[in-house]
């Protein structure tokens, strides 16, 4: 499938130039834009450039001018959902040889008699335009207004769905020379008489949910029986009506021998045995739809051979049906509602499926029931394993539709943890491109909103991952928002209270000690939250949880690298406790007690307002705790960047600080050199390193190191090359 290809170099380009396009244009007088460069684009990429911009939701009154002029020369044009005037659409697209137009959803300040009326404008478009789509618009703002299809005498395919569309204007239309494939599904129409105009060249007719139809049953069947071409007929519904149609349609036996496709989904009183005496009557027969009908359960009808059936029996129907009804709000939540049934044992990667649910969610994205559904599927398709054999880039679309989906619903309970559930997943967080800063502000949104045990502890899993994700600022901005931290110490509080250790629990400390990550505007809402009073007690809470200390001391040096708030640590009990911790025999809890001390150490002694005797016990203490720990079999730490380590590595007159930077140091370059060797070049470290390893001040065994950690970035130059001396942003 195309989701587990890498993108075209082609949608590369048109992405970009789409994302950014004020920066390719001028502007016009008129406000509109063209582009800067001369050039001619082919008609196919023209084509393609005009419907990524309708799928993004970029055609405006002001983009829509690059189509001006003979720079672009289109063919089969999509603007579907564009916010555009008729002068706009005149100006932009009237010009030019198309043969299709797709205006589904354009904005109300158009009519579809505006954009015939435009389109009549070019002789060649009246004789050559070939399929039109002018679904759920407004016909005209006038009344009366004038009838204008008949001057696109070339037209071969009209869909006109969900518009206030009458029997005059079905006459209007069915004297088109050339009119083969006709859909008024949801229209006004009351009686399909005049169809009979074009009885001899008519080979499609959709009539879905024609809901104003005053005919009897019999008079439509007259009308059916003398269109003698038609290969695909459609009368399903939304199973509204209790009409006896279907029924007796499929009773018929000298009526559509041409037919090749027949949908009767959501008709009363349908049998297997009805269609497939009707289907084996009609040996040309390829497609039956069945969806939200008591029909399809035979084998007959299973629909994996040649005949084709959209219904709700088994996979392959409810995948027709998703396939084919796509744009139907109701027959989407159907097909959703028994794919869910079979989904929820499923143990096989359905990628296929995952992809139709995706069509249907980003077709109905404020349809409550379609997203209700669609999400728990998700949920069934991409849950555990599953998601391992999801291509990304299908994983990158559902993620983008299940935050739109929890920003559109968000008092919406069952969604929301539908969203979350999905969310949730090692392979979605940790592999899959999405627009993780808007995600952790929705999830965050949520647990300040919601109390449910099950649903917090997920919120927070999902937090704790995307916070490590985020980049400085976005960290800084994340956790500036002061609600973010009051709600996730209330969680710590509770647990705290408890005595209670769980996945909560760590889950949330994970998630401050990220936040407050190199964002001291998060530190300092910590700080003013009471949050180091709750930590202390944390740490006498769980003395024999070492991964619950560790997560408690990473944050405590991420409030310690603060300047600002020095003097909110200069707390004789908390500074006799880390020293306590700094002895441990877990030499995760001791490092980043000795991180704390270090910092605090480095600001001088005029900085230290505790006991200064405390303070020189405290560096020896440091020095002599870090020259006993082990090498760490695995990495303890990651680091955004190594700007807090560089104030430290001056600090010749206070070894000890020095010792425990270059230990840090040391030890991620050496577990993850890849990323570490070539942050610690780009960032200018090697000069600090150097000035250690030059200065006859040093400390023996700081120089040691800092020799050790040259040699590693030596060697890793002459494998990799030297990296652009520029900071680059590292995910912690």
Same mark, same amino acid.
């Given at each position: 499938?195309?989701?587990?290809?890498?993108?075209?170099?082609?949608?590369?380009?048109?992405?970009?130039?789409?994302?950014?396009?004020?920066?390719?244009?001028?502007?016009?007088?008129?406000?509109?834009?063209?582009?800067?460069?001369?050039?001619?684009?082919?008609?196919?990429?023209?084509?393609?450039?005009?419907?990524?911009?309708?799928?993004?939701?970029?055609?405006?009154?002001?983009?829509?001018?690059?189509?001006?002029?003979?720079?672009?020369?289109?063919?089969?044009?999509?603007?579907?959902?564009?916010?555009?005037?008729?002068?706009?659409?005149?100006?932009?697209?009237?010009?030019?040889?198309?043969?299709?137009?797709?205006?589904t959803g354009v904005n109300a300040d158009i009519t579809i008699t505006d954009i015939i009326s435009g389109l009549g404008s070019n002789k060649w478009i009246q004789q050559n335009l070939q399929c039109l789509v002018l679904n759920s618009l407004t016909l005209s703002l006038e009344d009366p207004y004038e009838r204008c299809f008949s001057q696109l005498t070339g037209l071969r395919a009209l869909s006109i769905t969900n518009v206030l569309f009458y029997n005059e204007d079905l006459a209007d239309v069915a004297s088109l020379p050339k009119l083969e494939s006709l859909d008024i599904s949801n229209t006004s129409v009351t009686d399909i008489t005049a169809l009979l105009a074009c009885k001899d060249r008519l080979k499609s007719l959709t009539m879905h949910h024609l809901k104003c139809l005053k005919m009897t049953t019999t008079q439509i069947l007259d009308v059916i029986r003398e269109l003698k071409y038609l290969n695909h007929l459609d009368i399903s519904d939304d199973k509204q009506f209790t009409s006896d149609i279907a029924l007796r349609l499929l009773e018929q036996k000298d009526i559509l021998s041409s037919l090749v496709s027949l949908d009767i989904s959501g008709r009363k009183h349908v049998t297997d045995e009805a269609v497939e005496a009707f289907v084996q009557q009609r040996p040309?027969?390829?497609?039956?739809?069945?969806?939200?009908?008591?029909?399809?359960?035979?084998?007959?009808?299973?629909?994996?051979?040649?005949?084709?059936?959209?219904?709700?029996?088994?996979?392959?129907?409810?995948?027709?049906?998703?396939?084919?009804?796509?744009?139907?709000?109701?027959?989407?939540?159907?097909?959703?509602?028994?794919?869910?049934?079979?989904?929820?044992?499923?143990?096989?990667?359905?990628? @296929?499926?995952? !992809? =139709? +649910?995706?069509?249907?969610?980003? &077709? $109905?994205?404020?349809?409550?029931?379609?997203?209700? /559904?669609?999400?728990?599927?998700?949920?069934?398709?991409?849950?555990?394993?599953?998601?391992?054999?999801?291509?990304?880039?299908?994983?990158?679309?559902?993620?983008?539709?299940?935050?739109?989906?929890?920003?559109?619903?968000?008092?919406?309970?069952?969604?929301?943890?539908?969203?979350?559930?999905?969310?949730?997943?090692?392979?979605?967080?940790?592999?899959?491109?999405?627009?993780?800063? @808007?995600?952790? !502000? =929705? +999830?965050?949104?949520?647990?300040? &909103? $919601?109390?449910?045990?099950?649903?917090?502890?997920? /919120?927070?899993?999902?937090?704790?991952?995307?916070?490590?994700?985020?980049?400085?600022?976005?960290?800084?901005?994340?956790?500036?928002?002061?609600?973010?931290?009051?709600?996730?110490?209330?969680?710590?509080?509770?647990?705290?209270?408890?005595?209670?250790?769980?996945?909560?629990?760590?889950?949330?400390?994970?998630?401050?000690?990220?936040?407050?990550?190199?964002?001291?505007?998060?530190?300092?809402?910590?700080?003013?939250?009471?949050?180091?009073?709750?930590?202390?007690?944390?740490?006498?809470?769980?003395?024999?949880?070492?991964?619950?200390?560790?997560?408690?001391?990473?944050?405590?040096?991420?409030?310690?690298?603060?300047?600002?708030?020095?003097?909110?640590?200069?707390?004789?009990?908390?500074?006799?406790?880390?020293?306590?911790?700094?002895?441990?025999?877990?030499?995760?809890?001791?490092?980043?007690?000795?991180?704390?001390?270090?910092?605090?150490?480095?600001?001088?002694?005029?900085?230290?307002?505790?006991?200064?005797?405390?303070?020189?016990?405290?560096?020896?203490?440091?020095?002599?705790?870090?020259?006993?720990?082990?090498?760490?079999?695995?990495?303890?730490?990651?680091?955004?960047?190594?700007?807090?380590?560089?104030?430290?590595?001056?600090?010749?007159?206070?070894?000890?600080?020095?010792?425990?930077?270059?230990?840090?140091?040391?030890?991620?370059?050496?577990?993850?050199?890849?990323?570490?060797?070539?942050?610690?070049?780009?960032?200018?470290?090697?000069?600090?390193?150097?000035?250690?390893?030059?200065?006859?001040?040093?400390?023996?065994?700081?120089?040691?190191?800092?020799?050790?950690?040259?040699?590693?970035?030596?060697?890793?130059?002459?494998?990799?090359?030297?990296?652009?001396?520029?900071?680059?942003?590292?995910?912690?």
């Amino acid at each position: 499938m195309e989701e587990a290809s890498p993108y075209s170099l082609l949608d590369i380009c048109l992405n970009y130039l789409t994302t950014d396009l004020e920066k390719f244009c001028t502007e016009r007088h008129d406000g509109t834009l063209c582009l800067q460069e001369p050039g001619i684009f082919p008609q196919e990429v023209a084509d393609r450039l005009l419907r990524t911009m309708a799928f993004n939701g970029l055609l405006n009154e002001a983009t829509v001018g690059i189509f001006r002029g003979n720079q672009m020369r289109l063919k089969r044009a999509c603007i579907r959902r564009a916010k555009i005037s008729a002068v706009a659409f005149r100006k932009a697209f009237c010009h030019h040889k198309l043969v299709e137009l797709d205006a589904t959803g354009v904005n109300a300040d158009i009519t579809i008699t505006d954009i015939i009326s435009g389109l009549g404008s070019n002789k060649w478009i009246q004789q050559n335009l070939q399929c039109l789509v002018l679904n759920s618009l407004t016909l005209s703002l006038e009344d009366p207004y004038e009838r204008c299809f008949s001057q696109l005498t070339g037209l071969r395919a009209l869909s006109i769905t969900n518009v206030l569309f009458y029997n005059e204007d079905l006459a209007d239309v069915a004297s088109l020379p050339k009119l083969e494939s006709l859909d008024i599904s949801n229209t006004s129409v009351t009686d399909i008489t005049a169809l009979l105009a074009c009885k001899d060249r008519l080979k499609s007719l959709t009539m879905h949910h024609l809901k104003c139809l005053k005919m009897t049953t019999t008079q439509i069947l007259d009308v059916i029986r003398e269109l003698k071409y038609l290969n695909h007929l459609d009368i399903s519904d939304d199973k509204q009506f209790t009409s006896d149609i279907a029924l007796r349609l499929l009773e018929q036996k000298d009526i559509l021998s041409s037919l090749v496709s027949l949908d009767i989904s959501g008709r009363k009183h349908v049998t297997d045995e009805a269609v497939e005496a009707f289907v084996q009557q009609r040996p040309s027969m390829q497609f039956v739809g069945l969806l939200a009908t008591d029909a399809g359960y035979s084998l007959f009808l299973t629909g994996e051979g040649h005949l084709k059936v959209s219904g709700e029996a088994n996979e392959t129907q409810i995948s027709e049906a998703l396939r084919r009804y796509s744009e139907r709000a109701f027959f989407v939540r159907e097909a959703l509602f028994h794919l869910f049934s079979l989904t929820h044992i499923m143990e096989k990667t359905k990628p @296929e499926i995952l !992809k =139709l +649910v995706v069509i249907g969610m980003r &077709n $109905h994205p404020l349809n409550l029931p379609v997203q209700l /559904a669609a999400s728990a599927c998700v949920f069934n398709l991409t849950k555990q394993e599953l998601a391992l054999g999801m291509p990304v880039r299908l994983l990158a679309d559902v993620t983008h539709l299940l935050l739109k989906a929890m920003e559109h619903f968000p008092n919406h309970q069952q969604l929301q943890k539908n969203c979350l559930l999905s969310l949730c997943s090692d392979r979605i967080l940790q592999d899959v491109p999405f627009n993780r800063f @808007e995600a952790a !502000k =929705l +999830v965050m949104q949520w647990l300040c &909103n $919601h109390e449910d045990q099950n649903m917090q502890r997920m /919120a927070v899993a999902i937090i704790s991952i995307l916070a490590a994700k985020l980049s400085t600022e976005q960290t800084a901005q994340l956790g500036a928002e002061l609600f973010i931290v009051r709600q996730l110490l209330q969680i710590v509080k509770q647990k705290t209270n408890q005595n209670v250790v769980d996945t909560t629990l760590k889950f949330t400390l994970s998630a401050l000690w990220n936040l407050t990550d190199e964002s001291p505007t998060t530190c300092r809402h910590f700080i003013e939250n009471q949050g180091l009073e709750l930590f202390m007690k944390v740490l006498e809470s769980f003395q024999t949880e070492s991964s619950i200390q560790q997560k408690v001391l990473g944050l405590l040096n991420n409030i310690a690298e603060v300047k600002e708030l020095h003097s909110e640590l200069m707390w004789k009990d908390f500074i006799d406790h880390i020293s306590k911790l700094l002895h441990s025999v877990e030499v995760e809890v001791s490092y980043f007690a000795a991180g704390i001390i270090a910092h605090l150490i480095s600001r001088g002694e005029q900085a230290w307002t505790l006991s200064r005797n405390q303070r020189t016990s405290l560096l020896e203490q440091l020095h002599s705790a870090i020259l006993k720990w082990p090498t760490p079999e695995c990495e303890m730490v990651a680091y955004r960047s190594f700007n807090p380590f560089f104030p430290l590595l001056g600090c010749f007159t206070t070894p000890g600080v020095q010792l425990w930077a270059v230990w840090a140091i040391q030890h991620v370059c050496s577990k993850n050199p890849a990323r570490y060797c070539s942050m610690l070049i780009e960032e200018g470290g090697l000069q600090h390193l150097y000035n250690i390893k030059e200065n006859s001040q040093t400390d023996p065994d700081v120089q040691r190191i800092a020799i050790s950690i040259l040699d590693s970035l030596e060697k890793h130059i002459l494998r990799h090359g030297r990296p652009p001396p520029c900071r680059k942003q590292s995910e912690k």
